[in-house]
């Protein structure tokens, strides 16, 4: 689930911050600038692990601040394909359902045949047919499921430049909040899905 | 910034865990230190990772158990990939296992199988929720713990 990522980079320590350890500087830079966010094809950031090289520190001309060159490893989320993971639900719709860090989402193909939506409570149900008759086993909210990942995108959210069509310019007030990193799971295993389904045995 | 080698290494939930419970320690003795918006973001991914742990069995882990943990399986012959998994999620189920385990019935035989799980059970400590039912039972946990 978790993966170490050796990274380099400048680190700039502004001069009111020279008292303290470098390190402990450094540390915090790096924090700031990395933890909770998603690096394009690498993954959610999320701590510092290590510091494993400091080269020189430079201060630049007209720059009272001091950049110093580290090559570090940082603690990244970033599970790998096929990995089981195990997810809260957080919502159901038509197009499937959401869950963990709310970018998860399992489309109705990939649910445990055959299922199917039901519009009054809006959620999903497995139907489970055994010798007695159907089972229907619903999806509820708030239920933890297990699910294998499937498949992962990233999305480069970086800003792009203003478009040159006036046209265009109306439907971009409303900025399109596409998430950066989402990750397609599948529960159409034996063992995948709601916890309580499998574990009554 | 320039990524180096975007997959390192592995790490279980375990370590994970341990390091982002002393890096609050360590956080909360240096005192108030900017709780500004820049340390926000680790304060928020904390938090929410922590959170997602402790609710797994991998809390009461410890560097011993996961080191016997290892010992042990090397006799499965099973990937790496596979025995993290194992860790994180500590299945109780063969249908757990074949879930994790690439074509086990390929691989592994039905006493494997049974082996493997009574292995995973009696080594691994387990889940929080896992001790409120089984409590007569639990004899590993107390005794790996105490060390």
């Known amino acids: 689930m978790f993966v170490l990522v050796e990274m380099v980079d400048t680190v700039r320590i502004p001069p009111w911050q020279f008292e303290r350890k470098l390190n402990d500087s450094i540390a915090e830079e790096l924090n700031k600038k990395l933890a909770n966010k998603v690096v394009y094809n690498v993954g959610l950031c999320i701590c510092l692990f290590d510091v494993t090289k400091l080269e020189d520190a430079y201060v630049f001309p007209g720059d009272g601040a001091s950049h110093t060159k580290v090559h570090f490893r940082y603690v990244v989320f970033h599970p790998f394909l096929d990995e089981i993971l195990i997810g809260k639900i957080k919502g159901c719709s038509p197009e499937g359902v959401h869950g963990f860090f709310d970018d998860i989402l399992i489309p109705p193909e990939s649910l445990q045949q055959p299922a199917k939506f039901d519009e009054a409570e809006q959620v999903w149900v497995w139907e489970y047919e055994t010798e007695e008759g159907a089972h229907d086993l619903y999806m509820d909210t708030g239920e933890e499921i297990r699910f294998r990942v499937v498949d992962e995108s990233f999305v480069d959210t970086s800003p792009t430049g203003p478009s040159s069509a006036e046209a265009a310019s109306s439907s971009e007030e409303l900025p399109k909040k596409e998430a950066p990193y989402t990750l397609v799971g599948s529960i159409s295993e034996p063992g995948l899905g709601l916890l309580s389904w499998w574990t009554s045995s | ?147």
């Open chain 2, 1 to 147: 910034m320039e990524v180096k080698d975007a997959n390192s290494a592995l790490l279980s939930n375990y370590e994970v865990f341990q390091l982002l419970t002393d890096l609050k320690e360590q956080r909360k003795e240096s005192g108030k230190n900017k709780h500004s918006s820049g340390q926000q973001n680790l304060n928020t991914i904390t938090y929410e990772t922590l959170k997602y742990i402790s609710k797994t069995p991998c809390r009461h882990q410890s560097p011993e158990i996961v080191r016997e943990f290892l010992t042990a399986m090397k006799s499965h012959k099973l990937t790496k990939a596979e025995k993290l998994q194992l860790l994180n999620h500590r299945p109780m189920t063969a249908v757990e296992i074949q879930l994790m385990v690439e074509e086990s019935e390929e691989r592994l035989t039905e006493e494997q199988i049974e082996a493997l799980l009574h292995t995973v059970t009696s080594i691994l400590p387990a889940g929080p929720e896992a001790e409120q039912k089984r409590n007569p039972d639990i004899v590993t946990g107390d005794d790996e713990d105490a060390a």
